[in-house]
């Protein structure tokens, strides 16, 4: 089961770019799903979670208004939106899923390798 995430780069501040997270081996379409990312010298941090539905979001206060997360008419896929990009959003994004919205905000139970973005100032 793997989780693969895409469309990370190098960007400018203020710059947008979208990722996205597609899993093989199975479906997600029933799980949450969300984004953890990780900046040189700092531990893993929450990001941002949607519900299966789609109905229920979170974010983490240093993204909120700039990210906006999303899933695919399939629910399989999450999309990240990231506008407004500042150098500290510069991290190793990974995708993540767990049947609890409660938990894949925490400590989820799948994760995919990780897709880099840098933004230069």
């Known amino acids: 089961v793997q989780l693969q995430a895409s469309g990370g780069g190098l960007v400018q501040a203020g710059d947008s770019l979208k990722l996205s997270c597609s899993p093989s081996?199975?479906?997600?379409?029933?799980?949450?799903m969300g984004w953890f990312r990780q900046a040189p010298g700092k531990e893993r941090e929450f990001v941002t979670a949607?519900?299966?539905?789609?109905?229920?979001?979170y974010y983490a206060d240093s993204v909120k208004g700039r990210f906006t997360i999303s899933r695919g008419n399939a629910k399989n896929t999450v999309y990240l939106q990231m506008n407004s990009l500042k150098p500290e959003d510069t991290a190793v994004y990974y995708c993540?899923?767990?049947?609890?919205?409660?938990?894949?905000?925490?400590?989820?139970?799948?994760w995919g390798q990780g897709t880099q973005v840098t933004v230069s100032s």
């Open positions: 081996g199975r479906t997600f379409s029933n799980y949450a």
């Open positions: 949607i519900h299966w539905s789609g109905d229920n979001t």
């Open positions: 993540t899923a767990d049947p609890s919205l409660t938990t894949v905000r925490i400590n989820p139970a799948y």
